[in-house]
């Protein structure tokens, strides 16, 4: 049905950077708003970045100024660009997409950032 596939995870030392994509399909893509959340170890789930059906950005405070999230439409991805990062960004993120009552969500990818 609606498939939601996060590549580009691993190990990486603070100061460093990652870029995060989810693969789905063009038409999800298109439809749906889009997101990335993230969860650490013993913390709740919360919001990483947003993108709206129209194209609208939305960053938690965590991720201002050093996160960026964008639509490739040629690659029917969203992608999360992850800059500067600490070792508080450690944790599973996780892709999802959303439409009033619809809510779907990748099976996640591991970010560690530790020296």
């Known amino acids: 049905q609606v498939q939601l596939v996060e590549s580009g995870g691993g190990l990486v030392q603070p100061g460093g950077s990652l870029r995060l994509s989810c693969a789905t399909s063009?038409?999800?893509?298109?439809?749906?708003?889009m997101g990335w959340y993230r969860q650490a170890p013993g913390k709740q789930r919360e919001l990483v970045a947003t993108i709206t059906v129209g194209g609208g950005t939305n960053y938690a405070d965590s991720g201002k100024g050093r996160f960026t999230i964008s639509r490739d439409k040629d690659k029917n991805t969203v992608d999360l660009q992850m800059n500067s990062l600490k070792p508080e960004d450690t944790a599973v993120y996780y892709c999802?997409?959303?439409?009033?009552?619809?809510?779907?969500w990748g099976k996640g990818t591991l970010v560690t950032v530790s020296s």
């Open positions: 063009g038409t999800i893509l298109s439809t749906y708003n």
């Open positions: 999802n997409a959303n439409l009033m009552q619809w809510d779907y």
